[in-house]
């Protein structure tokens, strides 16, 4: 069964920096493009970066870009989130996940934010608090 499990979260101070790992299983993470997603208490869940294997790139909304980096180590079938700098709205539970029937991502990763219609492979995610 292809799955997620996110962790690396925690409590942190503004400015302060994490590195969050999204580990996969069922599936190898170099033939998809993974996004990086996360729901801050009563919103609703938001795309935050995505790295995409078309062309090697993280695409990044707005509010992270220069911040947030995305990278992966294929040999440990994992992906990573750096959250540098972070700030107080950071605060949120983060989830990666995927689109198995758009696996490029061509539909969803380079979209402004990444997109949540149809990721289908999802983790239960690893909450992230940013104190002032």
């Known amino acids: 069964q292809a799955q997620f499990v996110e962790s690396g979260g925690g409590l942190v101070h503004a400015g302060g920096s994490l590195r969050l790992s999204c580990a996969a299983s069922?599936?190898?993470?170099?033939?998809?493009?993974i996004g990086w997603f996360r729901q801050a208490p009563g919103k609703e869940r938001e795309g935050v970066s995505c790295?995409?294997?078309?062309?090697?790139?993280?695409y990044s909304v707005d509010s992270v870009r220069g911040r947030f980096t995305v990278s992966r180590d294929n040999a440990k079938n994992t992906v990573y989130l750096q959250m540098d700098n972070l700030k107080t709205e950071d605060t949120a539970v983060y989830y990666c996940?995927?689109?198995?029937?758009?696996?490029?991502?061509?539909?969803?990763?380079?979209?402004?934010?990444?997109?949540?219609?149809?990721?289908?492979?999802w983790g239960k995610g690893t909450l992230v608090t940013v104190s002032s």
């Open positions: 069922g599936f190898t993470v170099d033939h998809y493009s």
């Open positions: 996940a995927t689109n198995s029937r758009d696996p490029y991502g061509r539909s969803w990763c380079k979209s402004d934010p990444p997109g949540l219609y149809g990721m289908d492979y």
């Open positions: 790295f995409s294997i078309v062309d090697g790139t993280t």
